[in-house]
């Protein structure tokens, strides 16, 4: 439970950063430079006027969020457009209390973005590049930063000030920790003998023709440019190879290993450093005479590396002091150290086992080579490819022969796919939300798609089937089972509520169960997180309102199966705070402070929305 209320309160500002900064590079290519002429914007705050084609990107955006849900498209491109409407008017009421930051931050923000990074680098070429694909100046960019950072600021300043008191604590953890028995019969759901006749099934396939529906299918023609088939054309010469060998030779180097042990003499309120230091010297002595691992069991402060003579396994550069580091580099194998100071006090440090470092010979590495090398010298190529097919298929919209031609790139083509499901190339879900979008449905090529750091795909349509509704003749069947299974689910539903009220009117419920041939069913101490009932279940019980006078909370709960779940609430036992509860206080005063915070902002936001000068046009929006 505390982990989930500090990913929520932390969610919201990561949505923020992913919505402001990240939209513009989801996608190559994205066309927000297109000339708006007469077209009416679908939404303003104050004096910005959002058009659909801000709403189309935010909803392609927004809805890699609901990949693989059942989930109305309307109902995402209203929330992406009510989100760009709420980070406007924080935006703007930032700008008017002076909120600022200033270049050189957001320039520190953008080198650590992923999208501008080359093993783990900013690479300013590579920026450069996504810039001009974009069509943005560099200053263009810096500024859409800037505006991210002081929204952050603002949110930060109300979530990062927010508390909760000891109270609000206990309270959470009475809550958390409470107990619930029950009582509890489940209705099953009973397969019908009895069958519709004709007048009942063409009412209910009447009635019901979405789910009877052949969903919309699109075939598309694209052109895909690909770093490997770029650096399959790239020539390679020995002496180009070697060259880059010697360039790139760390790679085929494993450094040198050493395996230590140590004896710690540990500097604490017990022992001094002088005294520390004085034991560290009398067993130095001592290992004239007697075996390292020996004084390592008999002395060494460090009790778990002591049972194994003193082994702390293979040195890794950087995970010790550099003092220590510096020692045991310097040693030979088998060679014990002076004492070495470190933070934890003194140790004696021996080298057991050393391997040499060992460069791998350029024969032995050569395929490899060359294929490192092909893609490093066709990196430059791919993106000025990508540049290029960006321009040329936003500049050329109808067709993809001229881009083909331009970039030598073969013009393939799909078979029929639908939104959820493809083949192929659209097996890739990028592909298919990009073959769905306004711009190609209207006949237009796609902004590049990208796949992975590798590949661009950029796509137009070639058939678009709209859904249509299968005939009756064809789902008979299904039309059957599914009014059947409604008739099974509505009598289970009219059987728990006939229980439900001889419960509410005083039957006891071992009785009432016995009637119907159902048996009844216990849960004691039905805690949140500590139950194996179904979910649906232990939400309602925990949920349900709690026994008044002696009186038990009777109700019913249906599941997804259809089953009914007639339940009797009998008792409600406060939550107390356990020791593992009290270990946490203060993790739960951070988090609970984090979820007030979120919801301080979302309430002030809310409240900022309504004072704004905010109108929203939605007959406009793009059905």
Not at 55 to 64: D, I, M, S
Not at 96 to 101: K, W
Not at 225 to 239: F, P
Not at 267 to 294: C, H, P, R
Request: glycine content about 4%; overall charge negative.
């Amino acid at each position: 439970m505390l982990t989930t209320i500090r990913e929520r309160a932390q969610g919201a500002f990561a949505w923020l950063i992913l919505i402001v900064i990240c939209v513009p590079f989801a996608l190559w290519g994205i066309q927000n430079y297109v000339d708006t002429g007469k077209e009416m914007p679908v939404a303003s705050v104050g004096d910005k006027d959002f058009y659909q084609r801000d709403v189309n990107k935010a909803y392609e955006q927004y809805a890699q969020n609901f990949r693989g849900m059942n989930v109305d498209e309307q109902l995402l491109k209203a929330q992406a457009l009510d989100k760009l409407v709420k980070d406007e008017v924080l935006l703007q009421y930032a700008n008017d209390e002076g909120l600022v930051t200033t270049d050189s931050s957001a320039r520190d923000f953008i080198k650590t973005l992923p999208y501008f990074q080359t093993d783990g680098k900013f690479d300013d070429k590579r920026y450069k590049s996504l810039l001009t694909s974009q069509k943005l100046s560099t200053n263009e960019f810096v500024n859409k930063i800037k505006s991210a950072l002081i929204m952050e600021q603002f949110q930060r300043s109300i979530i990062d000030s927010s508390f909760a008191t000891p109270y609000s604590v206990e309270s959470f953890f009475k809550i958390q920790n409470q107990q619930r028995d029950v009582d509890y019969i489940t209705v099953p759901v009973e397969k019908l003998i009895d069958q519709p006749n004709d007048q009942e099934i063409a009412s209910y396939y009447a009635q019901h023709q979405d789910a009877y529906k052949v969903p919309e299918q699109v075939s598309v023609e694209y052109v895909e440019l690909s770093l490997d088939d770029l650096a399959k054309a790239v020539n390679v010469t020995d002496d180009k190879l070697r060259a880059y060998y010697e360039e790139q030779k760390e790679q085929y180097t494993k450094p040198e290993q050493r395996k230590i042990s140590h004896i710690l003499f540990a500097v604490n309120a017990k022992t001094d450093d002088k005294t520390a230091l004085e034991k560290a010297i009398k067993a130095q002595e001592a290992l004239k005479t007697k075996d390292y691992s020996t004084v390592a069991a008999e002395v060494s402060d460090d009790k778990l590396t002591a049972k194994k003579g003193g082994d702390l396994g293979l040195f890794i550069v950087g995970s010790m002091e550099k003092s220590f580091e510096e020692a045991a580099n310097a040693l030979k194998e088998g060679e014990v150290s002076k004492p070495v100071k470190s933070s934890f006090g003194y140790h004696l440090i021996k080298v057991t086992q050393l391997v040499p470092s060992e460069v791998k010979s350029f024969e032995s590495v050569k395929d490899e080579l060359s294929k490192a090398y092909q893609k490093s010298q066709a990196e430059n190529a791919f993106y000025e490819a990508g540049e290029k097919l960006t321009e040329m298929s936003y500049e050329n919209p109808d067709n993809l022969q001229t881009v083909s031609d331009a970039l030598k790139l073969t013009i393939k083509k799909s078979g029929l796919f639908a939104k959820d499901k493809g083949d192929g190339i659209a097996a890739e879900q990028k592909i298919r939300d990009m073959a769905f979008s306004d711009e190609v449905l209207q006949g237009n090529n796609s902004t590049p798609v990208e796949l992975g750091s590798d590949k661009l795909v950029v796509l137009r349509l070639l058939e678009h089937k709209p859904s249509t509704v299968r005939e009756l003749n064809s789902v008979k069947q299904d039309v059957i089972t599914a009014i059947t299974n409604d008739k099974a689910k509505q009598q289970a539903l009219d059987k728990a509520n006939k229980i439900k009220q001889q419960l509410q009117a005083g039957e006891s419920i071992q009785k009432v169960a016995a009637d119907n041939k159902l048996s009844v069913q216990q849960a004691v101490g039905l805690m949140r997180n500590k139950a194996a009932l179904p979910e649906q279940l232990v939400d309602a019980i925990l949920k349900a309102a709690k026994p008044v006078a002696g009186k038990s909370t009777i109700f019913t709960v249906p599941l997804s199966s259809g089953e009914q779940v007639v339940v009797n609430l009998k008792k409600v036992t406060p939550g107390t705070m356990s020791e593992d509860d009290k270990k946490q206080m203060e993790l739960a005063k951070k988090n609970l402070a984090k979820a007030f915070g979120q919801s301080e902002f979302n309430a002030m936001l809310a409240t900022l929305q309504a004072n704004a000068d905010v109108t929203i046009k939605t007959q406009q929006i793009r059905q």
